[in-house]
């Protein structure tokens, strides 16, 4: 099993940078590709970003290709996602998961509790 906390979200203006960080918690965080999801009120939470096991694989939304990067430390059993650029569309509760590489929400067992991004115009 997996414990997943995410952590750095906060309040930045459009152009700023944040980065997230999600520790996690158990034996199978080496093991498992991990993701970044996020919901927006009133919306359905959507695929952000996903990574391999190893870390040698990404794939991103078109909504943030080139301006977010996930990366992760396997050593730390952290993974991170660093966004720039950012906008006031990018405001949502962003959650992480562990599971299986992929872009549905599905694929991954195990989430945390979501950390709140809001970029202000």
């Known amino acids: 099993q997996v414990q997943l906390v995410e952590s750095g979200g906060g309040l930045v203006q459009a152009g700023g940078s944040l980065r997230l960080s999600c520790a996690a918690s158990?034996?199978?965080?080496?093991?498992?590709?991990m993701g970044w999801f996020r919901q927006a009120p009133g919306k359905d939470r959507e695929f952000v970003a996903t990574i391999s096991v190893s870390g040698s694989l990404t794939y991103y939304a078109d909504s943030v290709k080139g301006r977010f990067t996930i990366s992760r430390v396997n050593a730390k059993n952290t993974v991170y996602l660093q966004m720039n650029s950012l906008k006031p569309e990018d405001t949502a509760v962003y959650y992480c998961?562990?599971?299986?590489?992929?872009?549905?929400?599905?694929?991954?067992?195990?989430w945390g509790q979501g950390t709140q991004v809001t970029v202000s115009s």
């Open positions: 158990g034996r199978t965080f080496s093991s498992s590709a």
């Open positions: 998961a562990a599971g299986t590489f992929g872009t549905v929400s599905a694929k991954y067992d195990y």
